[in-house]
Structures are given as C-alpha cells and as structure tokens.
C-alpha cells in the first residue's frame, strides 16, 4: 500500500460545477497537508496548506483534513475552464522536510 | 529574483552518459529539494538541502545519482551511467526552514535514449 492515495481520474465537469478531490493516507504521522496544482509542462503550484484536522477557504477553493479518518479533500467551487489541470495532494511530518505526494487527479472543466 | 530556475528545460542523452541539471532557488531560501515525476506520477522525494547541508536522501537515490549544493546557493544533480529507467521530470524547490509547502521550478525533462 503507498502511503498516499489519490484516484488518477481523469474527471471531467461543465462550467460552475463544484469539484471534490480525496486522497487518503496511511502514516498517522503526517500533520501538514497541501494540495498543489500542475498545469502541463509546469512544476506544481501551492494551492492551499492546512495543519492536522480542520477546514480552510480561500476564495473558491476549500480544503478539508480528517485525521480519525487519514482523508483529506479539496472542493472547488463554481469551476472554470482555467481550473483544468492535474491537481496533486502533499503531506509532510515537520513542515520543510520531505513531502509525499499522491499520484494527482486530472481535471477538466469544459465550458 | 521571480522563482525557482533550472537548466536545461529538455535533456536527451544516450544510455550510459553522464547528464548534470543544475537549479537556482529563491534567493532568500535556504532549503532546497529535488523531485523525480514520471508519466501520470506524483513527484517523488530524492533529496534535500538546508544550506550546503544535504540533511535526506530517498532510498531512490541511488549511487548513480549525487547531488550538490556549494556554498549554499544553487544546486547540481548529476546522474552517472544513465538508463532508460532514469527519463523522467527532474523537479527543484525551494523554501525558507519550517515553512508549508514550497516553491517549484518548471522542471528538466531527461529522455535516455
């Protein structure tokens, strides 16, 4: 079992649909979590970071930690066209030191 | 100073040649990160820097590969002897100490051929 996982997609949604992303992990160690987002032929891009369990907004994008359940979540809501790109969950021990990535989902927002 | 650098964008090379990518981190950044992403892949971990320090390696980093970080600043990967099983998208980051998440470069794609 790897120690993240996120289902590769692809998903594709129209226009203003409300995106849900999961991944779920295995080591209870992990305390920060991060979701990052890769346009083709990029490096990833921060999106959003949380701290053990709790929810965060910024503008459109909401991320969700559930420690008991080692699953995290990232919702976007009203999604654009621009939204469409592979969006990858991160998680580390200490902050600075190794992140462990999941596989990415690949979004596709048609308009 | 607008983000992480790293040359060359594209790399192929014949199997069993050496190859070096190098990257430049922000400048006020003192850790520094190299990833390995592979079609359809998350990246994965190789190896860190704080400072000139190297303070982790993955056990994916094998004794072909070594990496450097001179005088704190920019940073080498070389990969010795390369093998098709090396193509991939080479990922550099940097951040301050303790700080979430990090900033990435735009990558070097390595084809061996």
């Known amino acids: 079992q790897k120690e993240v996982e996120q289902d590769p997609g692809p998903l594709s949604v129209p226009e203003g649909a409300i995106v849900s992303l999961n991944c779920t992990y295995s080591?209870?160690?992990?305390?920060?979590f991060m979701w990052y987002r890769q346009y083709s032929r990029k490096g990833p891009e921060l999106l959003m970071y949380t701290y053990s369990s709790g929810n965060k907004e910024d503008g459109r994008f909401t991320a969700q930690v559930d420690k008991s359940s080692k699953y995290i979540s990232l919702f976007i809501r009203d999604s654009q066209p621009s939204d469409s790109a592979t969006y990858l969950c991160a998680m580390s021990s200490p902050p600075g030191t190794a992140l462990i990535f999941g596989k990415g989902t690949t979004l596709s927002v048609s308009s | 100073d607008t983000g992480v650098s790293q040359n060359p964008r594209h790399k192929i090379t014949k199997r069993g040649q050496n190859v070096t990518f190098r990257c430049d981190p922000i400048s006020e950044h003192n850790r520094l990160y190299w990833y390995r992403q592979t079609l359809g892949q998350g990246p994965e971990f190789l190896t860190y820097?704080?400072?000139?320090?190297?303070?982790?390696k993955s056990r994916l980093l094998s004794d072909r590969f070594s990496a450097e970080r001179p005088k704190g600043s920019f940073s080498t990967l070389e990969i010795q002897r390369t093998e098709q099983g090396d193509s991939a998208m080479y990922l550099c980051?940097?951040?301050?100490?303790?700080?979430?998440?990090?900033?990435f470069g735009s990558g070097t794609r390595l084809t061996v051929v």
């Open positions: 080591n209870s160690a992990f305390q920060y």
């Open positions: 820097f704080q400072n000139e320090a190297q303070l982790e």
């Open positions: 980051a940097s951040s301050l100490v303790a700080s979430y998440g990090y900033t």
